[in-house]
Each structure stands twice: as structure tokens, then as C-alpha cells.
């Protein structure tokens, strides 16, 4: 089946199979057609990107690659085939589980799709991945987005044109469509966290590392975004950079302007100890 239309060839446009490395363009093409025809989902992430094909007999196809702006060869090629089985968790939200087995050519981050789950909105279907639940809740609130695109999976046709998805994520969808999981996390109380030290701040770099009064054992988690609380007066923005048990590490951006940093000029900007963060995003001003 020819993938590109003349109006596509000559508009230079690609669909989602011309992307694909030639050998995995057939493959995935054959899948796509039929009365046993697969489901696709596609995820895209700066040049990375993953194509997963659910056949209907139980086996998955799962492609991995980078595909540079303006090139014409795909690199960093891995495939995966086995087996997957739809699942339900405990709050009852639908999802997917894929057998991957890592292979010597494998990154560790090739297992982060083993676990899926399925949500609809609207037109729109999404696997979102398991393990960045927490992440995809945190940009929700923060940046009103479903999180870095690579969280996530969206719903194709191989023939589709290929629409480059937005690095910080799309849009969120609604609330009550979102899984159980994630409306929990968005529902829960606040975190609040007291800065209990600062370090020494370095001149060459634009982060100073604070500790917390709180840790692993009180909510907080690798790479938790963390705020001034709306109205305090303090503009304070970091990320939990260290874990332990009641005392967590965290990163607060500052940045310098020569001849004097931020911090000597204005305190709203710079953290101190007794400042407090929260993990409720403030609202947008």
C-alpha cells in the first residue's frame, strides 16, 4: 500500500508509516489493514519516538526511534514483540500490561510501557504511562497540560499524517475523564514543606540545594515540583532533588544578573530558611 498521497509528496508531508525505518513500514502497514486489523498508538518526544501495534490475538509490536528534524534515515531502532493483557487496577481504572523483555541493545527506560492505562475523551484515546502518573497530576496542576509527551500514548491510524505533539504535553483532558488514580492525587491535600537549611550558593550555577522538614515517609518524590504557597509573598519554584525518609533535598531555581544575584536584591526570589513550600501549583497571575 503506497503511505504518501501526490498531494503529500509534493507538500513534503509524511504520514505516521514514513516515518518509520523501511523494513518496520511494511510490517507495521500489514498490521494496519484487514479484518483483524490492529489498534495504534503513537508517542513523540522532541526526535524520539514509539509506535505500538495491539493485535488482536494478544501480541504487541513496539517500536522505538529517533527521527532528526530534516533527516531521512531513522537511528536508534529497537523493536520489542510479546505478549499483553488488558487489566484493571484497584481504584478501577482500565489498563494494559506488556511483556518486555530487555534485550542487550535495550535502554532501562524501554520497560517504563510495561504498564498502561486507557482513558477517553471525547474523540481522543490516550495510554498514559503508569509509572509518570504522579507527574502527569503534577503538570495538570501546574501547567494545565498531560505532561512531557513521552508519559503518553495517543490513539493513529499508521496512514495518518504525522503531527509533531507538543514537548510539554497537549491540553489535559477534563477531570472526570482523567483515571481514578490521578483524580485522587489532584483531590489530595497540599504537601507542606519547611526549609530547615540552605547551602552555600554558588556563583557559576542557577540552583540552590535546600533541606526540607519532610520526606519520602510524608508524600514527597523523586522530582516532586514545589512552590511558595499562592499569596506569601515568595516566588519560590524547585524540584525534590535528593530522598530520604523526613528530610527531603530540593533544587530552588534562582538566577544571577551582573554585577548582584537576585537573592541580594530581592528576598521574594531567593529561599531562606523558614520559607515554606507547597506541592499546590499556584494559579496562573
Keep these: 500500500m503506497n503511505i ?23 510490517v507495521f502497514e ?7 486489523a490492529a489498534t495504534f498508538y503513537l508517542s513523540s518526544y522532541f526526535d524520539w519516538h514509539r509506535l505500538l501495534a495491539l493485535q488482536n490475538d494478544g501480541q504487541y509490536r513496539l517500536l522505538f526511534w529517533r527521527m532528526q528534524p530534516n533527516a531521512h534515515e ?8 510479546g505478549s499483553y493483557h488488558a487489566m484493571r487496577t484497584p481504584l478501577g481504572d482500565e489498563g494494559l500490561k506488556l511483556a518486555i ?11 517504563d510501557d510495561e504498564e498502561l492505562i486507557l482513558v477517553r475523551s471525547g474523540d481522543a484515546e490516550l495510554l498514559l504511562r503508569a509509572s509518570e502518573l504522579h ?15 513521552e508519559y503518553y500514548w495517543y490513539r493513529v491510524s499508521p496512514f495518518d499524517l504525522f503531527v509533531q505533539e507538543p514537548h510539554g504535553g497537549r491540553t489535559a483532558i477534563p477531570f472526570t475523564d482523567l483515571p481514578h488514580a490521578v483524580q485522587d492525587m489532584l483531590s489530595a491535600k497540599p504537601l507542606l514543606a519547611t526549609i530547615v537549611s540552605v547551602d552555600e550558593r554558588l556563583t557559576d ?20 515540583p514545589l512552590y ?15 530522598m530520604t525518609p523526613h ?26 530558611v523558614g520559607d515554606t513550600l507547597t506541592s499546590l501549583a499556584p494559579s496562573p497571575e
Design 135 to 149: 507527574d502527569i497530576a503534577a503538570d495538570i496542576a501546574a501547567e494545565g497540560t498531560m505532561g512531557r509527551s
Design 101 to 111: 523483555g530487555l534485550r542487550g541493545d535495550s535502554l532501562g527506560s524501554d520497560v
Design 30 to 36: 500489514k498490521l494496519a489493514v484487514g479484518q483483524d
Design 247 to 272: 528530610a527531603c533535598r530540593v533544587g530552588i531555581e534562582y538566577h544571577c544578573v551582573a554585577p548582584h544575584c537576585v537573592d541580594e536584591g530581592n528576598v521574594a526570589t531567593f529561599p531562606r
Design 4 to 26: 504518501f498521497s501526490e498531494k503529500q509528496k509534493e507538500n513534503g508531508e509524511l504520514t505516521v508509516a514514513g516515518m518509520l525505518p523501511p523494513a518496520e513500514r511494511i
Design 205 to 224: 550555577e542557577d540552583t540552590v540545594m535546600c533541606t526540607l522538614d519532610i520526606g519520602e515517609a510524608e508524600g514527597l518524590r523523586m522530582n516532586m
Design 74 to 81: 531513522a537511528t536508534d531502532v529497537r523493536v520489542y514483540t
Design 228 to 242: 511558595s504557597p499562592q499569596g506569601s509573598g515568595k516566588h519560590l519554584k524547585g524540584w525534590v532533588w535528593e
